[in-house]
């Protein structure tokens, strides 16, 4: 067979990616559609920035989604193929047998590994974590920065000089510290997922306590039957085979085995639980110094008159009206977190070295930079279409929520 030409490559790889196209087509007919009726998020699709932005994002999340389905990958990113090290794109495959994809769309790494399918499982890599990442620190942060802006006092005191004292220290550095094999192996990671894992079922008690206070029957129903799920949820999250905590001088014991029914990995822990910890005192501080400003506005006051709760204002006064400039965050956040992961498999203190994430793939990628353009250049420029996409997306919900 002969190499393929560039519209050829461009053209398979178009192809492939067709169920992408068809969920980009049906997301935004519906979107438009009923645009009117789907507060916030319809109104994105009256800003040409906020629909470009969710578009890119919304590609990368369905090629993540599809590609961990194995539905557009062509070849199965860890294997290697005798004779295709750093084959150019569109290189036929040697010695393909039927039922084998025959090209290398997007040419081979220096271990011979496709590029395109390594490029599509990175997608979910990133979509797995990063978002999941940010909705973790987004429940730490808003969990302490409520009350610190609301009490103030000593309680803001102590819990902005933690935060302050996190932001001080250089974060790639941290990051150094917290994945370092050393520090990994005295079980600081899985302590710190014990810790930083409680604030959403915190979070879900009060917010639910609070609006159900006087409604002590329902209260009653939902707090048991919705904390039990997301404590149990919470239990498979820090339980690794049956432990809590697993080091080769001690061991707690956690979930019983049959109960334990899934596990992350131990470098993706690692990787989550620094990111959340990283981003977790800059949402603390945006929570904070949005409370210290709203608290003072007259529907907080009128809430106190009729006698509701603290908690209650937080959650059910204050932060709903913080909600704009919260969404706008999280979207950049996902964008910071997806950067700290490039960072991370850069310098290869992420996931493990045969992942295909982005970063890992960037930097197995660069060390022929100047010979090979090819296995570099698509995960680079895959990070920086998601980043800018989410960059658009926030600039478009900022413009929209502004509106209201």
Known sequence: MEPLSTFEIAGRIIYQLSPVWISLVF??????????????????????????????????VFTGIYGAMDMIVT???????????????????????????????????????????????????????????????????????????????????????????????????????????????????NYMAIVLFVFPIVFVGVLLNSRYYTRPKLRNFLLPLVLGLIIWFYLQLVSNGGYLINTPSYSIWGLPSAMDMFDIPGGILVVF???????????????????????????????????????????????????GPLIVDFCLRIGYTTILLGTLGFFGLGLPPESPDWGSTINDGRKLLSIYLHPALPPAFALLTLVLGLNLLADGLREESLKD
């Open 27 to 60: 997301l935004y007919a519906f979107s438009i559609g009923f645009k009117r009726k789907l507060g916030l998020y319809g109104k994105l699709f009256d800003s040409p920035i906020g629909m470009i932005g969710f578009g890119l994002v919304m590609f990368w």
């Open 273 to 323: 639980v620094s990111v959340v910890f990283v981003n977790s005192p800059t949402v603390f501080r945006i929570v904070r110094g949005l409370t210290l400003d709203i608290k003072t506005r007259d529907y907080v006051a009128a809430a106190q008159t009729r006698g509701e709760g603290p908690w209650y204002i937080m959650l059910w006064e204050i932060l709903p009206n913080a909600r």
């Open 75 to 189: 070849h199965d990113p860890l294997t290697q193929v005798s004779g295709m090290k750093n084959k150019v794109p569109g290189t036929p495959l040697r010695g393909a047998e039927e039922g084998d994809y025959p090209y290398y769309l997007l040419g081979g790494d220096n271990l011979a590994r496709d590029v395109f399918s390594r490029l599509v499982k990175g997608a979910w890599e990133v979509i797995k974590i990063a978002p999941m990442a940010a909705v973790f620190a987004f429940m730490v942060g808003i969990t302490l920065g409520l009350p610190a802006g609301y009490y103030g006092g000593r309680l803001d005191t102590i819990l902005s000089f933690a935060a302050n004292l996190i932001l001080a220290f250089p974060v790639i550095l941290l990051f150094y510290l917290l994945v370092t094999p050393e520090i990994v192996a005295t079980g600081v990671p």
